[in-house]
């Protein structure tokens, strides 16, 4: 038996990257998926449903409030309840302390923060009418660092972190089997990222960028039961650049 058969998963900001490749990894370990996304991404589904898998996409803006409760209910719906999710869309806006706009700062706060946020919410009763869920939220390795430039997507991103465990505690201490965690991956080869403009590959000791694989491959170990003891944890996906 596959390790996420029977399971039903949502995955954010799907279309492309990071997500897209989640998407394909949870499929192949048995998830049913719903794949939610503010671009085109029924050809993502499409691919999937090809490959023989239960998937379908959603057009959906996390940010919007209203838009939770209709993806959730239609992904119930439509294949009987929900397992895991995971807060994966994301938007990077450089700026600084002196440059940022505040209408920028709330846009990105609204997509990388209080989706999630909404999202974690909106889901505990389903994942509780089912006896139990994992929540894997994409934050990043920039929780480590301090880049001036990044001043809002850093600073999204380390509360994602924080909001994450403070979602893990409550659960855990109110009893239900739902755990949050999240993953904080290095430089990815993704739209996200382009190349490698700034030469970080020098810093990385395992020498390359991430691939989108890499970071699905521990998004699936995160949702499945051979995470069942790990809750409030943050994993870093970045090949050893954190700590070097
Ligand atoms: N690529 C990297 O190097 C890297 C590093 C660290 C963290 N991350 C994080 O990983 C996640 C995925 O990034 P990626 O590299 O695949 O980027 P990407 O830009 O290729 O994909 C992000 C996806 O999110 C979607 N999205 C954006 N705003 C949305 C909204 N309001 N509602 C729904 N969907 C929305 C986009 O349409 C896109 O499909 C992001 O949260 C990002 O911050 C990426």
């Known amino acids: 038996m596959k390790r996420l ?50 998937a379908a996409f ?38 600084n302390i002196e440059t940022i ?16 946020l909404i999202g974690m919410q909106a889901v505990i009763p389903y994942m509780r009418e089912r006896g139990a869920g994992s929540i894997v939220n994409i934050a990043s390795n920039a929780t480590s660092f301090i880049f001036p430039e990044s ?7 380390a509360a994602l972190a924080s909001l994450t465990k403070t979602v893990a505690v409550h659960c855990g201490r109110q009893g239900y089997r739902i755990r949050a965690n999240s993953i904080h991956p290095g430089p990815h080869a993704t739209a996200m990222m382009g190349g490698d403009p700034s030469g970080l ?13 890499d970071v699905a491959a521990a998004v699936a170990y995160l949702a499945s039961d051979d995470a069942a003891f790990v809750t409030a944890t943050e994993l870093f996906i970045d090949g050893g650049m954190t700590v070097a």
């Open 101 to 116: 706009e505040m209408d920028d700062l709330l846009d990105v706060y609204g997509i990388n923060l209080f989706g999630p």
């Open 201 to 213: 590959v020098q810093r990385i000791p395992l020498h390359r960028m991430g691939q989108p694989e």
């Open 5 to 54: 058969e029977g399971k039903v998963a949502i995955v954010t900001g799907a279309a492309r990257g990071l997500g897209a490749a989640t998407a394909a990894r949870l499929s192949a370990e048995g998830a049913s998926v719903m794949l939610a996304d503010i671009i085109d991404g029924e050809a993502t589904a499409l691919a999937l449903r090809e490959a023989g898998h239960q």
């Open 151 to 157: 001043i809002s997507y850093g600073s999204s991103k």
């Open 58 to 95: 959603v057009n959906m803006d996390v940010a919007r409030r209203e838009a939770w409760s209709d993806v959730l209910s239609d992904t119930a719906s439509r294949f009987g309840g929900i397992d895991i999710l995971v807060n994966n869309a994301g938007v990077f806006r450089p700026a």
